[in-house]
């Protein structure tokens, strides 16, 4: 790949993450908190506000996006690695449903299954 065509992709990623719906936090979660209480009496416990953790979480959802764009346009891959590539970002999917319920919307929740 050229460097012109390198920065137009970089170009064109950095434009799409931008252009990502951030979910809202449900309003029960506002100002929480969430709490880490290590195991060890030794170690200490860690807070981290839940507004941060969201933000993370969303970051990872829509990673995952770009990740499904870039492989579903590839033309280096075949299409059955295509489908197994689809197949472990739809277990991620899977995986963060664990954290549906600090969603306001049910439009921005996670599916494992489309």
Same mark, same amino acid.
């Given at each position: 790949m050229e460097e012109k065509e390198l920065?137009? *992709? !970089?170009?064109?990623i950095v434009e799409e993450m931008h252009?990502?719906?951030?979910? #809202? *936090? !449900?309003?029960?979660?506002e100002g929480g908190s969430i709490?880490?209480?290590?195991? #060890?009496n030794s170690t200490k416990e860690h807070e981290m506000p839940i507004?941060?953790?969201?933000?993370?979480?969303i970051m990872v959802r829509d990673y995952l996006r770009v990740l499904e764009q870039q492989i579903n346009s590839s033309g280096s891959l075949s299409n059955g690695e295509k489908l197994k590539f689809q197949g472990y970002i739809t277990r991620c999917y899977g995986a963060l449903t664990s954290f549906n319920f600090l969603f306001y919307d049910?439009?921005?929740?996670?599916?494992?299954k489309k």
């Open positions: 920065k137009a *992709l !970089a170009r064109a252009s990502q719906h951030s979910a #809202e *936090l !449900a309003d029960k979660w709490f880490f209480i290590p195991g #060890e507004d941060k953790l969201m933000h993370k979480i049910d439009a921005d929740k996670f599916r494992s």
